[in-house]
């Protein structure tokens, strides 16, 4: 079940209720590696969920899947060069501590080149890679004990684009 606006142990995640015009015109890119695939596709699926329940339409969310989460950021920044520019990326990917040596620099490669594109584009780039020790801890935030990382990516995505709305308003 998607939830409402609800306080989680990770932060608010209210829906917004966009005006409709404002709703129509954005476009949001989701990139999801494929590492760790049955936890990114269902990352994907939770995600998307949320997006279409809020007035989305299908032709607004375009998916690139790559080969892990080291991908990621190159494949955004190709999101953010379309003669469309999207206006946010979704992130999802998830490295298990494990199984993955380098897991701390991947990980942190990913939050550097995302957050570097964030500012460079001025989009929002949504951090939706999870960093586990194991497959466990993983499916707990995929609608366990730590909510659903997919869903809660797509309300941040929301919420921004939404706050981005407001401040054009206001210049
Ligand atoms: N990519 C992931 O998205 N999650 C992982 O847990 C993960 N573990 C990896 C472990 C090793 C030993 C290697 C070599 C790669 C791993 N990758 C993982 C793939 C990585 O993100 C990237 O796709 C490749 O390194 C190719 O650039």
Redesign the pocket.
Same mark, same amino acid.
Request: overall charge negative; aromatic content about 14%; hydrophobic content about 50%.
């Given at each position: 079940m998607i939830p409402d606006g609800s306080w989680t142990k990770t932060g608010f995640h209210h829906s917004p209720s966009p005006s409709v015009q404002v709703l129509d015109r954005w476009r949001i890119g989701i990139v999801v590696?494929?590492?760790?695939r049955e936890i %990114?596709e269902e990352l994907e699926r939770g995600c998307r969920a949320v997006l279409l329940e809020r007035g989305l339409r299908e032709d607004q969310i375009e998916t690139y899947q790559? =080969?892990? !989460? *080291?991908?990621?950021p190159v494949a955004s920044s190709w999101f953010c060069s379309l003669k469309s520019p999207v206006d946010a990326v979704i992130a999802l990917? !998830?490295?298990?501590k494990g199984? %993955? =040596?380098? *897991?701390d620099l991947?990980a942190e490669a990913v939050n550097r080149g995302l957050m570097d594109l964030s500012l460079r584009e001025g989009r929002p780039m949504v951090n939706g890679?999870l960093t586990v020790l194991d497959t466990e801890q993983a499916n707990q935030r995929l609608g366990g004990a730590h909510g659903h990382k997919g869903q809660e990516a797509a309300y941040t995505a929301l919420q921004m684009l939404e706050l981005r709305s407001q401040t054009l308003q206001a210049t």
């Open positions: 590696a494929l590492w760790n %990114t790559v =080969p892990g !989460c *080291f991908e990621i990917g !998830c490295l298990i199984e %993955t =040596p380098h *897991f991947i890679v």
